[in-house]
């Protein structure tokens, strides 16, 4: 897995995606040289050269949630490059949970045929690489995690230090608080969290996270085998 930070490692010099310190992921099986990339956004020719120099073909995308940073469209004023540009580069199927759908639709111009809508523990793979999709509301209705082996790619719902914001459109403080104490409770504490913005660091343990971030004050993992 190939953590990109935009600014730095895709899409220098743009001023606006420095400020945001969104992360995009490469996911894939260097044997097969496929991969899949998450929430790719603001220098789609850069990602596509970053998974060119890993020797890897883009075969898909996946979406953690609608939002213009994460997945293109127009933003303050701007316009961010998106999965439209994907398409138009490589096409592949655009995986998403189906309560975010129709947002990624508005914000992106995708048809419906460029979709492929999923259920919580739905489960996608690139190569012989295994992907579960985790529906983790809160940020936005149809917000997903991904779990790839002993990595969590967590998008808006799980940052380092905080968590997504829930007052957009969609948002909602009870289901991010369900999502933080019953939803990811069970996940083993050895599982690095790679999130989707630098807020407060590139990657952690869970459990380190569970200690640290404020808003698991009070919950601890529920114990189970992992």
């Known amino acids: 897995m190939r953590q990109l930070l935009v600014g730095r490692d895709i899409g220098r010099g ?5 400020q945001m310190q969104n992360f995009v992921y490469l996911v894939g099986d260097r044997a097969k040289g496929e991969c899949v990339v998450v929430d790719p956004a603001w220098s789609i020719g850069d990602i596509a050269a970053r998974a060119a ?4 073909k883009i075969t898909g995308a996946l979406v953690t949630h609608y939002h213009p940073d994460h997945v293109g469209g127009s933003l303050f004023g701007l316009e ?3 999965l439209s540009e994907l398409m138009e ?5 655009v995986h998403v949970h189906r309560l975010e759908a129709d947002g ?3 914000v992106t111009g995708l048809s419906e045929s460029d979709l492929v809508r999923h259920e919580g523990n739905d489960r996608v793979t690139v190569g012989d690489v295994e992907i579960e999709l985790l529906h983790t509301p809160g940020h936005t209705p149809g917000s997903q995690c991904f779990r790839v082996k002993d990595a969590l790619v967590s998008g808006d719902t799980l940052f380092l230090q905080g968590c997504g914001r829930v007052d957009l459109p969609g948002g909602s403080a009870e ?3 369900r999502t933080l104490t019953q939803r990811l409770a069970t996940l083993p504490d050895d599982l690095t969290l790679y ?4 807020y407060g ?9 569970r200690l640290k971030n404020p808003f698991f004050s009070g919950h601890r993992r529920r114990s189970r085998a992992s």
Not at 89 to 93: L, N
Request: proline share 14%; charged share 30%.
């Open 14 to 18: 743009d001023p606006a995606g420095t």
């Open 53 to 56: 120099e890993d020797g890897m």
């Open 80 to 82: 961010v490059e998106g």
């Open 89 to 93: 580069r490589c096409p592949c199927p």
């Open 104 to 106: 990624v639709r508005a």
């Open 175 to 177: 289901e991010m608080q």
């Open 195 to 198: 999130p989707g913005h630098a």
């Open 201 to 209: 660091g590139e990657r952690a343990p869970l459990g380190e996270v």
